[in-house]
């Protein structure tokens, strides 16, 4: 059988992985998600029809979302996540046996159900005793959060259904005043290269920087997702993500990463003209 998954990566682009077998398909109340297995990149799943996860690459964008930050503050303790069902930030997270306290807030229960099922290494942590799940509205949660978290990771979908209200700037506004006086925000931040990522990159952006004392944008490369170009933010009340980098820290924790290592951390922050210039471009809109 000759059976094709096909995802648009632009209007006129499409990225395709030849499917083994289709695992699952189902409609949560939410969006509606699908499981494939396929040779390459073993098992992934999708979001309305967006690749979230590949077993092949999630290690890339789960070392990138946890790791900058924690050798930003490496006495980090309470962290909030946003999203992330399938568990991978989370996974991470538990690796710094400092870390005493890690809020999870899903918004459908059924993406971590599947996940806990279909991809057990990547929700393994899920269930450590110092992670708190929440199946509630990420946007509502933090609403409700005054100066209590060092670190708030928003791991979510881009920017429509369930994940558009992480974009906004009121949630951003909600994030500073849940953080403390030396809190990091870092969030999943889109792709640079085709339009329609790229106005989602800088509207993301202008918010983050008229929110933030310091906000800054790192890149990984990530093969799966639009244009294998992927961006992370980095925004905080206190920190510098490169001046402060405690490298030593890292060293001593001896943690090892598949894609993460100190000079990642360095250059990820390096970004190329065009995409500082969108950045930069995004600034002056609206
Ligand atoms: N979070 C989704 C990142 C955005 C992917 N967008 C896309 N493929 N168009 C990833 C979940 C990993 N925990």
Known sequence: MDLWYSEFHADTIKFSIQIEKQLLSKKSPFQQIDVFESKELGRFFTLDGFVMITEKDEFIYHDMIVHVPMHVNPEIKKVLVIGAGDGGTVRELCRYPHIEHIDMVEIDEMVVQVCEEYFPITASKLRDPRVHLYFEDGLKFVANKKNEYDLIIVDSTDPFGPGEGLFTRSFYQDCHAALNA?????????????????????????????????????????????????????????????????????????????????????????????????????????
Do not use: C
Request: net charge neutral.
């Open 182 to 286: 030396k809190g990091i925000l870092v969030n999943q931040h889109e792709s640079p290269f085709y339009d329609h990522y790229r106005k989602n990159m800088q509207r993301a952006h202008k918010r983050i920087v008229e929110t933030f004392e310091i906000a800054k944008v790192y890149q990984a490369f990530i093969p799966t997702y639009a244009s294998g170009h992927w961006l992370f933010g980095f925004a905080s009340k206190h920190f510098d993500p490169i001046l402060d980098f405690k490298a030593d820290a890292f060293a001593q924790l001896n943690l090892k990463t598949k894609y993460y290592n100190e000079d990642i951390h360095r250059a990820s922050f390096a970004l190329p003209n065009y995409v500082k210039d969108a950045l930069a471009e995004g600034l002056k809109d609206e």
